[in-house]
């Protein structure tokens, strides 16, 4: 007797918001929102932290990346076993890598990674001054 199983698509369920762990929320901020362009979206306090959301300028309605503190114990040692091995903690999506490459460049931005191919998408890789690895993707058939 075969076994067959039905999956239905749950259009309900869409991700809302998703964790970057900082060093320092104030660095952070400006950050993903001066040198990347990111727009805060929800700055509430909580205690000595904050509840610190930003979107993208285009997508002001889209997924929100918490800054989240690195105040959990594992936090620290994840993050330096990811930075010391290359790996990028999260994956920013552009519509020109080379463009945004130079303007970032431009500003400061240290690269581990400059633009490469890599399969379906042109990548780079940087340092966000708060601890992390970000990529940069680029799809090649966009």
């Known amino acids: 007797m075969a076994c067959e199983i039905q ?3 749950n259009q309900d369920v869409k991700i809302y918001v998703t964790s970057v762990f900082v060093d320092d929320q104030d660095k952070a901020e400006r950050f993903y ?5 990111f727009k805060v979206k929800q700055n509430i306090p909580l205690g000595t932290n904050r509840w610190l959301t930003v979107v993208s300028e285009e997508d002001q309605d889209g997924t ?6 690195s105040d959990h114990p594992a936090t620290n040692p994840f993050k330096e ?13 552009v519509q020109d890598l080379d463009a945004e490459w130079k303007k970032l460049t431009d500003r400061g931005v240290e690269f581990t990674t ?11 890789v940087f ?10 993707i680029q799809m090649k058939d966009a």
């Open 7 to 9: 999956t239905e698509r």
């Open 33 to 37: 929102t001066e040198v990347l362009g």
């Open 64 to 69: 929100e990346l918490l800054l989240e503190p």
């Open 81 to 93: 076993a990811l930075v010391a091995d290359g790996i990028a903690a999260h994956s920013f999506q």
């Open 114 to 124: 400059e633009p490469m191919d890599a399969g379906a998408v042109h990548m780079a």
């Open 127 to 136: 340092d966000d001054t708060c601890g992390n690895l970000i990529q940069l």
